[in-house]
């Protein structure tokens, strides 16, 4: 696992240097920045959630990361924010034995299937969510 982490590094490097975090964040920009604060959060979240269900959340972390912040510096939102609810939603690996590595270690010896994971983990991440956006307009006035 820390070779793959290891690996993205560079790759983060790369979506800043090239303007890439910048043009994808524009995409996040379009779809969810309408929505308001809040609203472009959630999608943020929700982004970074569905990524660590397929590569894990420490590697979902890199990918996201600059993303969120270059998106947040467009609209004008604090990327400090934006950054919490990314780093939530990459937290949030309940969906997928793959999302982190607890997961696939428990599998054998708790008797779990995959398709265990999303009936017990949708419940968790809806939780979660819900927690989020709570926090977010308690804590940080969104």
Same mark, same amino acid.
């Given at each position: 696992?820390?070779?793959?982490?290891?690996?993205?590094?560079?790759?983060?490097t790369?979506?800043?240097n090239?303007?890439?975090?910048?043009?994808?964040?524009?995409t996040?920009?379009?779809?969810f920045?309408?929505?308001?604060?809040l609203?472009?959060?959630?999608g943020?979240?929700? *982004? =970074?959630? &569905?990524?660590?269900?397929?590569?894990?959340? +420490?590697?979902?972390? @890199?990918?996201? $990361?600059?993303?969120a *912040? =270059?998106? &947040?510096?467009?609209?004008?939102?604090s990327? +400090?924010?934006?950054? @919490?609810a990314? $780093?939530?939603g990459?937290? =949030?690996?309940?969906?997928t034995?793959?999302?982190?590595?607890?997961?696939?270690?428990?599998m054998?010896?708790?008797?779990?299937?995959?398709?265990?994971?999303?009936?017990?983990?949708?419940?968790?991440?809806?939780i979660?969510?819900?927690?989020?956006l709570?926090?977010?307009?308690?804590?940080?006035?969104?």
């Amino acid at each position: 696992m820390r070779f793959l982490i290891a690996g993205f590094l560079p790759l983060s490097t790369a979506l800043i240097n090239t303007g890439l975090a910048e043009s994808i964040g524009g995409t996040l920009v379009s779809v969810f920045g309408s929505l308001g604060a809040l609203g472009f959060a959630s999608g943020v979240f929700l *982004v =970074a959630m &569905a990524i660590t269900q397929v590569v894990g959340s +420490q590697v979902a972390a @890199l990918i996201i $990361a600059p993303i969120a *912040v =270059a998106s &947040a510096q467009q609209l004008g939102i604090s990327p +400090q924010t934006i950054g @919490l609810a990314a $780093a939530i939603g990459c937290s =949030a690996a309940f969906l997928t034995p793959m999302s982190h590595a607890v997961n696939v270690l428990m599998m054998g010896p708790g008797g779990y299937r995959p398709g265990d994971f999303p009936r017990v983990g949708a419940l968790m991440l809806a939780i979660t969510f819900g927690m989020l956006l709570l926090g977010l307009v308690l804590f940080r006035g969104f």
